[in-house]
């Protein structure tokens, strides 16, 4: 049945692409645009299309860039390079303030499952930046789950021949959890790389 | 701390601005329009400025309409007007399949509180379709909160002496539910409005 006239029924549909949206929450947000004035949905058009336009990879280490090189690869100066998976990966460590160095985005891990092989993520990239020289310590950041885990190992695999140093973020308990409430994988990780204190 | 670049930020801003929106949210659907092809970017855009510039309300009941006057003003003759608060309620409604008559939307309520009068809302417009006849009855389907029954019972209070039938939806206990989990109100509701078997 049809419930809403067709601009509105259009704009719920639009909606109800972006992840985590049902109907109702579609419903929602299209009443609060059709509630708002005619600026403010006109800026909220144009950014989406300002990011289809103006949002590029950077041509260094594959994050989200404005420029062909971005902000980060611009203006620092590192021999660490971390390795993750995704551009929002790079977004969660800078947020840190911790990590001072420079990143290298793989767009994708090993998937043999879904038939993503090593040489359908950037690990091509990776090796050149390390064969152009000047790097000391690949940290890999990669998702603790099997592909980023399988992943990681590919990749370690290839570098430490060429006498890299390559790490790998710790896992274990989170901070501030109840032991009873971790769950099993981290506790026996925990265990296992316990450090002598 | 700018963690985003400029393109990207501005989006995340702009999804912000959605009802339940917090900052997680809105750059997960930042990414996921990044990701979007451009022809899907431009269609999502589209769709938000054409909701504004083709989005009226109709000019006799107040509900959304692509024209001057909506579908259901267009194709139904009924003389039962069911008043609701705004044109969502009235998707609500039409989603039943129950009620064929005609609607007409408030767009507000009485709220003393907020300086929201009788004058603030489209009761006028109701009384002047009255006033031209043809209406037997008119169903208050204002929510069941405060706002909403004292604007019932306002509206209520003007159409008695005009000799028009004036109902109220019912109250209750929702269907399906154990009495134990029903809130007070409505089960007090319930045994006020108890029906003779």
């Given amino acids: 049945m049809k419930v809403y006239i067709e601009p509105i029924g259009r704009l719920v549909n639009e909606f109800s692409k972006l992840p985590g949206v ?13 509630n708002m004035s005619k600026d403010e949905a006109q800026a909220f058009a144009d950014a989406i299309l300002n990011v ?7 041509s260094i280490c594959g ?3 404005e420029g062909d090189i971005c902000e980060i690869c611009k203006n620092r100066e590192s021999q660490t390079i971390c390795v993750v998976k995704e551009p929002k990966d790079v977004v969660a460590i800078e947020k840190l303030n911790e990590f ?3 990143y290298h985005v793989l767009h994708g891990t090993i998937s043999p499952i879904d038939g993503i092989g090593p040489n359908d993520i950037n690990i091509k ?15 890999m950041a990669t998702n603790p789950d099997v592909e980023g885990e399988a992943t990681a190992m590919y990749i370690c695999g290839l570098l430490k021949p060429l006498g890299i140093k390559v790490s790998r973020l ?7 959890t109840d032991l009873e409430y971790a769950d099993e994988v981290s506790l026996a990780r925990a265990f296992i790389d316990r450090k002598t204190l």
Avoid at 52 to 58: A, D, E, G, L, T
Avoid at 128 to 133: L, T, V, Y
Avoid at 170 to 176: Q, T, V
């Fill in 170 to 176: 710790a896992h274990g308990i989170p901070i501030g």
């Fill in 22 to 34: 049902g109907a109702k929450t579609a419903q929602r947000f299209a009443y609060k645009v059709v």
């Fill in 52 to 58: 289809k336009n103006n949002v590029h990879y950077c």
């Fill in 63 to 65: 994050n989200f860039s």
């Fill in 100 to 102: 001072n160095g420079v």
């Fill in 125 to 139: 990239g990776l090796l050149k930046r390390i064969s152009e020289g000047n790097v000391s310590e690949v940290i």
